[in-house]
Nanobody, 124 residues
Framework: QVQLVESGGGLVQAGDSLRLSCAAS????????MDWFRQAPGKEREFVAA????????YYADSVKGRFTITRDNAKNTVSLQMNSLKPEDTAVYYC?????????????????WGQGTQVTVSS
């Protein structure tokens, strides 16, 4: 079956960096764009970043643009999220998702498979 397994979360201070990774199995990785979403306590899940099947296109939420970078390695079936200059408001559970679209389609995300999430906590 399809599995998406996130790793790399943790507790950091404001201004620090973290790198999240998501390992995919049980699916043809290059058939999917890959997304990162996050959910803070008491809030709805929100889009963070997306990358096309080839890695040639990326898209970011305004709140993380310039600080976060999404990449993928199709040889290893992994997608990563490099998070720099972290802020307390970045605190959330971060989820990777396999998107039914192969290409980046802003505001039309169709996550088909989800990981279990990894906690990121940024202290001030």
């Amino acid at each position: 079956q399809v599995q998406l397994v996130e790793s790399g979360g943790g507790l950091v201070q404001a201004g620090d960096s973290l790198r999240l990774s998501c390992a995919a199995s049980g699916l043809t990785f290059t058939r999917y764009a890959m997304d990162w979403f996050r959910q803070a306590p008491g809030k709805e899940r929100e889009f963070v970043a997306a990358i096309s099947w080839s890695g040639g296109s990326t898209y970011y939420a305004d709140s993380v643009k310039g600080r976060f970078t999404i990449t993928r390695d199709n040889a290893k079936n992994t997608v990563s999220l490099q998070m720099n200059s972290l802020k307390p408001e970045d605190t959330a559970v971060y989820y990777c998702a396999a998107d039914r679209n192969r290409n980046v389609v802003p505001s039309a995300w169709i996550p088909e498979f989800w990981g279990q999430g990894t906690q990121v906590t940024v202290s001030s």
